[in-house]
């Protein structure tokens, strides 16, 4: 047997609004959110949708196939997402993004094709007499449903953004660019090798975002006003990920005798390559609504500050291709490590993700509301797996004059 | 400056694009020098698979599997409740004992070949004892418990063909009619041939069962060519003709069709449900296969092949076909399809060892990793061998414990004598003919039952069926014929001419070859009584010759590999290897890496000079 999960999902990176934005000099920015992710299938390499486990034949010792186990295991995740950010300079922000896995429910779903005649029961296996057995041999029955609430640290993400010095077509056009940089602190965790349904939340397993990312990006306003605010904007970003190799441990089978029971073979220990990431971004941010705008304690009494604010509404799409390279498994089998890698081969992630923003800024109250929702099933991908995120937020902005 | 930063993005991609490629399911590899020095080098090169097939095959699926059988053999035998069989130990203990035992007959050539092994794969020496033992011991065990299973589940008392002792015709191709025992089978014997010819359509067909727990008319099965009867059907009738025994009367819903063949399938369960070790069961009798005709199909009992069973409750068997002579296009050939324990993990740790020892001959061995030999190989000589096993209770192990008899409290299951791999190993080492290394077979005991054809470059073709002998039925447990040896009734055993032979995996001469004994409550009995593989093997050896006898034009090497795949021979769960050996080419094809094995294309490997 092997173990049912190895489970993937998706946080958001260090999160800045557009492209390109970077906080005054002297602002900090408190972020807190909320994001529920779901995972139920993953990519074949010809864009199908499979379970996120492959199927599992059982067979008796001489008794041929005692039947298919197959998995359609349904994956909810909650975080609490804080991130703090800090204008350094007008150019410079730095920022910190502290992740934590509040809960995590995992749904098996099993079902069962029944095998070969078993003489000797006078019947096929069926689910219950599979489970039965395996009982029988000391491995117990892996839950229908795990929850795990128990508060863990993912990895924390250390980010700063430059904006680029501009040249004077590119202030003449509305035009800005930047870059970022991204290092992730190994906070998180790995998933547990003895426990049949585990989850990890090292930046790897949940599939969020490099331990290493280098960003340029790109913005072009349009309809700007008097006041520098834009009504139309068009980002892009190009980024690398990188992934450093991380050392797992092989499992002993002290819980699940029959499932985690690799490391004679495999290792004590053994690594993961994950493979990094090429990606790049095209966004658009549209201002449908400014808002009344008023002099207040926000902008410093100025009204003429107050214009400059950001607007009311934003609502803004973007599209995100990743292309994710060969994960390498290096342990002592090579059978073993192919028998992962053949699910994590050279693919693509299509991400969408569609933000609405809440400014209240105007208004003379430091507060921004959010809610974005991030698809990976409009486009199928190939060898990742699609996570579907819910994010909602509150960012509250203050300013030390 | 964008120019710059794309570079060593690019670079990096190059760098981490490897695509992973799959690594080969079958290996070969050449060893070469002493006993020890082979062993090392194959420890060696493949210690990550053998390790890989030790804790796949064995700590993850065998041990534990075994290790259900702990509390019925400690009700027999009470030295598997001491501590050293608890806490998980008992299947590997109970193995290791065994290999411990078989380890003296190993010789020091191949005890030498077991710690090269071990040392180069990091297996402890008993670890790999084990890893070379344990089919035959497992074989042995699993036999006996098959046998206390089928002993627990209901017998068949007797089988009547109703109106067959009247109807003025010869319905068992004895030459007379209507004697008084003409149509049925009271006690019942399994039968290897028809058990009825010449009925009449609207013959009834009658069964009983007897257990001491109750027969359950709930479990009772009565399959009719493709037409199945249970409980309830209006053509079956039940009758309680004393506690523990149930008669069962199928009467056909229609006439049955005229000069046909009609294969009925029986099978009842008791009332007593076990509960540990799971999942909860009643003890099945094992299908149990009666084969007729009906009038006007003009055929002797002998003369009828048993067509193939659809109903999904049947595999096929391993079997091997040799042919030589007219029946060989060009050279002797001998194919090999063996099925046994593939657990999703065997096939992924094949591998063709060519052996070129210091002394000796040359040798290729179709087997997996960390295991010193196979069960199909051919030497330099021209000599090639390959054994399928044939259930028997005349094993060492039953032997074992017929010797500690008088003191069942410290006895144990102990087996004894050559593994069959050994055996074949033996065989092309020493042999440069077929008579040679039939002799070879015979000179030691094996620890279970097994049918070892073997074949020379000359046209020498063999098969010699082995036992343990543990009854000393005074053949020395060695039973062999070839293509023109013929049975009491001046009928070949298993050959359609002087040039082929067809080996199943039951026995063909050694019918009889266990005898009728009480031992401390168990019936031990004759393979065909009880072994899951006798009906199945006499459909694969039917099934094989049908193909063989259509082939009019001599047989060729691919011809062979394609009756290898044909699906209908082919066990879809267990297949380990296929195997055609070309023995004048020195040519060894096989198929393996997969399940089944044949599922992938054969692949030749010429053994050097």
Same mark, same amino acid.
């Given at each position: 047997?092997?173990?049912?999960?190895?489970?993937?999902?998706?946080?958001?990176?260090?999160?800045?609004?557009?492209?390109?934005?970077?906080?005054? /000099?002297?602002?900090?920015?408190?972020?807190?959110?909320?994001?529920?992710?779901?995972?139920?299938?993953?990519?074949?390499?010809?864009?199908?949708?499979?379970?996120? %486990?492959?199927?599992?034949?059982?067979?008796?010792?001489?008794?041929?196939?005692?039947?298919?186990?197959?998995?359609?295991?349904?994956?909810?995740?909650?975080?609490?997402?804080?991130?703090?950010?800090?204008?350094?300079?007008?150019?410079?922000?730095?920022?910190?993004?502290?992740?934590?896995?509040?809960?995590?429910?995992?749904?098996?779903?099993?079902?069962?094709?029944?095998? !070969?005649? /078993?003489?000797?029961?006078?019947?096929?296996?069926?689910?219950?007499?599979?489970?039965?057995?395996?009982?029988?041999?000391?491995?117990?029955?892996?839950?229908?449903?795990?929850?795990?609430?128990?508060?863990?640290?993912?990895?924390?993400?250390?980010?700063?953004? =430059?904006?680029?010095?501009?040249?004077?077509?590119?202030?003449?056009?509305?035009?800005?660019?930047?870059?970022?940089?991204?290092?992730?602190?190994?906070?998180?965790?790995?998933?547990?090798?003895?426990?049949?349904?585990?989850?990890?939340?090292?930046?790897?397993?949940?599939?969020?975002?490099?331990?290493?990312?280098?960003?340029?990006?790109?913005?072009?306003?349009?309809?700007?006003?008097?006041?520098?605010? =834009?009504?139309?904007?068009?980002?892009?970003? +190009?980024?690398?990920?990188?992934?450093?190799?991380?050392?797992?441990?092989?499992?002993?089978?002290?819980?699940?005798?029959?499932?985690?029971?690799?490391?004679?073979?495999?290792?004590?220990?053994?690594?993961?390559?994950?493979?990094?990431?090429?990606?790049?971004?095209?966004?658009?941010?549209?201002?449908?609504?400014?808002?009344?705008?008023?002099?207040?304690? +926000?902008?410093?009494?100025?009204?003429?500050?107050?214009?400059?604010?950001?607007?009311?509404?934003?609502?803004?799409?973007? =599209?995100?291709?990743?292309?994710?390279?060969?994960?390498?498994?290096?342990?002592?089998?090579?059978?073993?490590?192919? !028998?992962?890698?053949?699910?994590?081969?050279?693919?693509?992630?299509? +991400?969408?993700?569609?933000?609405?923003?809440?400014?209240?800024?105007?208004?003379?109250?430091?507060?921004?509301?959010?809610?974005?929702?991030?698809?990976?099933? %409009?486009?199928?991908?190939?060898?990742?797996?699609?996570?579907?995120?819910?994010?909602?937020?509150?960012?509250?902005?203050?300013?030390?004059? | 400056?964008?120019?710059?930063?794309?570079?060593?993005?690019?670079?990096?991609?190059?760098?981490?694009?490897?695509?992973?490629?799959?690594?080969?399911?079958?290996?070969?590899?050449?060893?070469?020098?002493?006993?020890?020095?082979?062993?090392?080098?194959?420890?060696?090169?493949?210690?990550?698979?053998?390790?890989?097939?030790?804790?796949?095959?064995?700590?993850?699926?065998?041990?534990?599997?075994?290790?259900?059988?702990?509390?019925?053999?400690?009700?027999?035998?009470?030295?598997?409740?001491?501590?050293?069989?608890?806490? #998980?130990?008992?299947?590997?203990?109970?193995?290791?004992?065994?290999?411990?035992?078989?380890?003296?007959?190993?010789?020091?050539?191949?005890?030498?070949?077991?710690?090269?092994?071990?040392?180069?794969?990091?297996?402890?020496?008993?670890?790999?004892?084990?890893?070379?033992?344990?089919?035959?011991?497992?074989?042995?065990?699993?036999?006996?418990?098959?046998?206390?299973?089928?002993?627990?589940?209901?017998?068949?008392?007797?089988?009547?063909?109703?109106?067959?002792?009247?109807?003025?015709?010869?319905?068992?191709?004895?030459?007379?009619?209507?004697?008084?025992?003409?149509?049925?089978?009271?006690?019942?014997?399994?039968?290897?041939?028809?058990?009825?010819?010449?009925?009449?359509?609207?013959?009834?067909?009658?069964?009983?069962?007897?257990?001491?727990?109750?027969?359950?008319?709930?479990?009772?099965?009565?399959?009719?060519?493709?037409?199945?009867?249970?409980?309830?059907?209006?053509?079956?009738?039940?009758?309680?003709?004393?506690? #523990?025994?149930?008669?069962?009367?199928?009467?056909?819903?229609?006439?049955?069709?005229?000069?046909?063949?009609?294969?009925?399938?029986?099978?009842?369960?008791?009332?007593?449900?076990?509960?540990?070790?799971?999942?909860?069961?009643?003890?099945?009798?094992?299908?149990?296969?009666?084969?007729?005709?009906?009038?006007?199909?003009?055929?002797?009992?002998?003369?009828?092949?048993?067509?193939?069973?659809?109903?999904?409750?049947?595999?096929?068997?391993?079997?091997?076909?040799?042919?030589? #002579?007219?029946?060989?296009?060009?050279?002797?050939?001998?194919?090999?399809?063996?099925?046994?324990?593939?657990?999703?993990?065997?096939?992924?740790?094949?591998?063709?060892?060519?052996?070129?020892?210091?002394?000796?001959?040359?040798?290729?061995?179709?087997?997996?990793?960390?295991?010193?030999?196979?069960?199909?190989?051919?030497?330099?000589?021209?000599?090639?061998?390959?054994?399928?096993?044939?259930?028997?209770?005349?094993?060492?192990?039953?032997?074992?414990?017929?010797?500690?008899?008088?003191?069942?409290?410290?006895?144990?299951?102990?087996?004894?004598?050559?593994?069959?791999?050994?055996?074949?190993?033996?065989?092309?080492?020493?042999?440069?003919?077929?008579?040679?290394?039939?002799?070879?077979?015979?000179?030691?005991?094996?620890?279970?039952?097994?049918?070892?054809?073997?074949?020379?470059?000359?046209?020498?073709?063999?098969?010699?069926?082995?036992?343990?002998?543990?009854?000393?039925?005074?053949?020395?447990?060695?039973?062999?014929?070839?293509?023109?040896?013929?049975?009491?009734?001046?009928?070949?055993?298993?050959?359609?001419?002087?040039?082929?032979?067809?080996?199943?995996? *039951?026995?063909?001469?050694?019918?009889?070859? *266990?005898?009728?004994?009480?031992?401390?409550?168990?019936?031990?009995?004759?393979?065909?009584?009880?072994?899951?593989?006798?009906?199945?093997?006499?459909?694969?050896?039917?099934?094989?010759?049908?193909?063989?006898?259509?082939?009019?034009?001599?047989?060729?090497?691919?011809?062979?590999?394609?009756?290898?795949?044909?699906?209908?021979?082919?066990?879809?769960?267990?297949?380990?290897?296929?195997?055609?050996?070309?023995?004048?080419?020195?040519?060894?094809?096989?198929?393996?890496?997969?399940?089944?094995?044949?599922?992938?294309?054969?692949?030749?490997?010429?053994?050097?000079?």
């Amino acid at each position: 047997m092997r173990r049912l999960f190895f489970l993937v999902t998706l946080v958001p990176a260090l999160a800045f609004a557009m492209e390109t934005q970077v906080l005054p /000099q002297g602002a900090i920015m408190l972020d807190v959110g909320y994001l529920r992710t779901s995972l139920d299938k993953q990519w074949s390499g010809e864009r199908k949708p499979l379970a996120l %486990i492959d199927e599992l034949p059982r067979y008796e010792p001489g008794g041929g196939l005692q039947g298919i186990l197959r998995a359609r295991p349904v994956a909810e995740f909650d975080f609490l997402l804080v991130q703090a950010l800090y204008g350094v300079t007008d150019s410079l922000s730095v920022g910190v993004n502290v992740p934590i896995l509040m809960r995590s429910t995992i749904s098996t779903n099993l079902s069962w094709q029944p095998g !070969d005649y /078993q003489p000797q029961l006078g019947r096929s296996y069926s689910l219950e007499d599979f489970w039965s057995w395996a009982e029988s041999m000391g491995q117990p029955r892996v839950a229908d449903r795990a929850v795990d609430s128990r508060f863990r640290l993912a990895d924390i993400v250390l980010g700063a953004k =430059y904006l680029l010095p501009r040249f004077e077509w590119m202030k003449a056009n509305a035009f800005r660019w930047s870059a970022q940089l991204n290092v992730a602190l190994p906070t998180g965790t790995n998933a547990d090798p003895e426990e049949a349904v585990s989850v990890g939340t090292n930046l790897w397993e949940l599939h969020a975002a490099g331990d290493v990312e280098l960003h340029l990006a790109a913005d072009k306003h349009f309809f700007v006003d008097e006041h520098g605010v =834009y009504r139309l904007n068009i980002g892009a970003d +190009v980024f690398y990920a990188f992934f450093r190799p991380r050392q797992y441990q092989g499992g002993r089978g002290l819980k699940n005798p029959l499932l985690n029971n690799n490391a004679f073979y495999v290792g004590d220990t053994y690594w993961i390559d994950p493979g990094d990431w090429l990606a790049g971004t095209l966004s658009i941010d549209v201002v449908p609504f400014l808002g009344p705008t008023r002099a207040s304690i +926000v902008s410093g009494g100025s009204l003429e500050k107050a214009h400059a604010l950001p607007p009311m509404l934003t609502l803004s799409a973007s =599209y995100t291709y990743v292309g994710t390279f060969q994960s390498d498994w290096q342990s002592a089998s090579k059978l073993w490590d192919w !028998d992962r890698e053949k699910l994590w081969q050279a693919g693509e992630k299509n +991400v969408f993700r569609f933000t609405g923003t809440i400014s209240l800024l105007r208004l003379g109250v430091p507060l921004q509301l959010y809610a974005s929702y991030r698809s990976q099933d %409009i486009i199928p991908g190939r060898y990742t797996r699609p996570a579907n995120v819910f994010t909602g937020g509150v960012r509250a902005v203050m300013k030390f004059w | 400056m964008r120019l710059l930063l794309l570079l060593p993005v690019l670079s990096l991609a190059t760098l981490a694009c490897a695509p992973a490629t799959p690594p080969p399911t079958r290996e070969t590899i050449v060893v070469t020098g002493s006993a020890y020095d082979r062993g090392l080098q194959h420890g060696t090169a493949l210690r990550s698979k053998i390790r890989s097939f030790y804790t796949t095959l064995l700590n993850n699926s065998l041990y534990p599997f075994l290790s259900r059988e702990q509390p019925d053999i400690a009700g027999l035998l009470k030295e598997y409740d001491s501590d050293r069989y608890k806490e #998980g130990r008992f299947a590997f203990e109970l193995l290791l004992d065994s290999a411990k035992s078989i380890e003296r007959d190993l010789g020091r050539a191949g005890r030498d070949e077991l710690r090269g092994i071990a040392e180069g794969s990091g297996l402890t020496y008993e670890q790999a004892l084990v890893l070379n033992t344990f089919v035959d011991t497992t074989l042995a065990v699993r036999g006996i418990g098959l046998a206390i299973r089928q002993g627990r589940a209901p017998v068949i008392e007797s089988v009547e063909f109703l109106g067959a002792g009247a109807d003025q015709v010869d319905n068992d191709g004895d030459g007379s009619s209507d004697e008084t025992d003409e149509g049925v089978f009271r006690p019942y014997d399994p039968p290897f041939f028809a058990a009825a010819v010449e009925l009449d359509v609207r013959t009834r067909l009658r069964v009983v069962f007897s257990d001491a727990d109750g027969v359950e008319p709930q479990t009772v099965r009565v399959r009719v060519n493709e037409a199945l009867y249970l409980h309830g059907d209006p053509s079956l009738e039940f009758v309680d003709l004393s506690p #523990g025994r149930l008669q069962v009367t199928w009467t056909p819903p229609e006439p049955l069709p005229l000069a046909s063949q009609i294969t009925f399938v029986l099978s009842a369960g008791d009332t007593r449900i076990i509960e540990i070790p799971g999942p909860p069961r009643a003890s099945f009798r094992r299908d149990e296969e009666l084969l007729v005709t009906t009038r006007g199909a003009g055929l002797h009992p002998r003369d009828i092949s048993r067509p193939p069973l659809t109903d999904n409750r049947t595999r096929p068997p391993p079997f091997a076909v040799g042919v030589k #002579g007219a029946r060989a296009a060009s050279g002797p050939l001998l194919a090999h399809s063996f099925a046994l324990l593939d657990a999703n993990t065997a096939h992924k740790h094949t591998v063709v060892v060519e052996h070129r020892p210091d002394n000796g001959p040359p040798y290729l061995t179709v087997g997996w990793a960390g295991i010193v030999y196979g069960l199909s190989g051919l030497n330099s000589r021209g000599v090639g061998v390959a054994c399928n096993p044939s259930d028997t209770l005349d094993n060492s192990v039953v032997g074992s414990v017929l010797s500690q008899a008088a003191d069942l409290s410290k006895a144990k299951l102990l087996a004894s004598g050559l593994p069959a791999g050994f055996l074949v190993k033996r065989v092309l080492e020493r042999a440069g003919t077929a008579a040679e290394g039939a002799a070879v077979l015979a000179e030691d005991s094996p620890v279970y039952g097994w049918n070892c054809t073997v074949a020379d470059d000359q046209g020498g073709l063999e098969v010699v069926e082995l036992d343990s002998d543990a009854f000393k039925q005074g053949q020395g447990g060695v039973y062999g014929y070839g293509p023109t040896d013929r049975d009491a009734t001046m009928r070949r055993f298993s050959s359609l001419t002087d040039d082929d032979l067809i080996v199943g995996s *039951s026995y063909t001469r050694n019918r009889d070859d *266990s005898i009728f004994l009480n031992l401390a409550g168990q019936r031990v009995v004759p393979q065909r009584y009880w072994s899951g593989f006798f009906f199945r093997s006499r459909r694969v050896i039917d099934n094989v010759t049908r193909r063989l006898q259509a082939r009019a034009e001599p047989v060729d090497v691919p011809w062979l590999e394609g009756l290898l795949a044909e699906p209908e021979v082919v066990d879809r769960s267990d297949s380990m290897n296929a195997v055609v050996l070309d023995l004048r080419a020195r040519t060894v094809h096989s198929a393996m890496g997969a399940v089944p094995a044949p599922s992938v294309p054969f692949v030749a490997t010429e053994l050097r000079p």
